[in-house]
């Protein structure tokens, strides 16, 4: 579907009987980050997956401004629009999760509730952005220069190296997500960086305050780092809550993925 400077790339499988989840993918995701959860989620919800852009089959047709956080914001209401969905449950995964944070507290109409795994409201001061935009730029080089899938394969192994991502280098399924993640362009993924990584999104910790959406806040048990973002998170807003996942680093639907589809289904079909 083609909506002003955007072609989107998408996915809807959806029936009246059963309440619509729109997932987003994290950095090097893609339209089939989900795959797994959504076999064990199909007979009690629909779905609307995508490629974000810079990612995938999904394109950008202007200015490099339309990669930011904001204009992909409204880009993504309007297809929803499109597509007639006037509410819908919200689930997002780390870059994925934090695009999730900015539609739902500049969009709150149109979502029930919200599922945040390993997101953040961004970084709370400009002189953390600026150094985390530093630490990106230097990333993004190193995708620019990427012309070879051996290249790009060796980039992705560097990736799962850090900290965040526990042992997910140890599943049984890991090459398979890499093959995956190698079907993105590295050019493209560098832009998706600079306009949307979390050193140039605006920093969403006071909106955060306010909101009363119920979010489900996702951690693994691994992932110090976003624990403690997370249980920031829990207290700053009232209406969140936070659960840790065993057996999972950053990457919780792909590395424990029955503990992931269970918390869903719980918090979703729960009242208010």
């Known amino acids: 579907m083609i909506l002003k400077n955007y072609q989107f790339y998408y996915s809807l499988t959806s029936t009246l009987d059963k309440p619509l989840i729109l997932f987003l993918h994290g950095f090097m995701g893609k339209i089939d980050e989900f795959d797994e959860a959504i076999k064990l989620l199909f007979n009690e919800f629909s ?56 539609l739902a507290l500049h969009f709150p109409e149109r979502f029930h509730k919200v599922v945040l795994e390993s997101a953040s409201p961004g970084l709370p001061t400009a002189a953390e952005r600026l150094e985390r935009i530093k630490s990106d730029t230097q990333i993004g080089r190193k995708l620019t220069r990427i012309f070879e899938k051996s290249d790009f394969a060796a980039f992705l192994s560097n990736w799962y190296n850090q900290p965040i991502f526990g042992y997910v280098k140890n599943h049984p399924e890991y090459d398979r997500m890499v093959e995956s993640r190698l079907q993105n362009n590295p050019q493209e993924l560098e832009k998706s960086l600079r306009f949307m990584g979390t050193g140039c999104q605006p920093s969403l910790w006071e909106k955060l305050q306010l909101n009363t959406i119920p979010m489900l806040l996702l951690v693994g048990e691994y992932d110090k780092k976003f624990i403690s973002i997370n249980t920031e998170m829990a207290k700053t807003c009232e209406f969140a809550e936070i659960k840790i996942i065993s057996n999972a680093g950053h990457n919780i639907h792909f590395e424990n993925t029955l503990a992931f589809v269970e918390n869903i289904k719980s918090f979703l079909s729960a009242a208010n």
């Open 47 to 102: 779905y609307l997956t995508l490629d974000l852009f810079g990612h995938g089959k999904t394109k950008i047709f202007g200015e490099d401004k339309y990669y930011t956080m904001a204009n992909t914001a409204h880009a993504l209401i309007n297809l929803l629009d499109q597509l007639k969905i006037a509410k819908c449950f919200l689930v997002g995964y780390s870059m994925g999760g934090r695009l999730a944070l900015y």
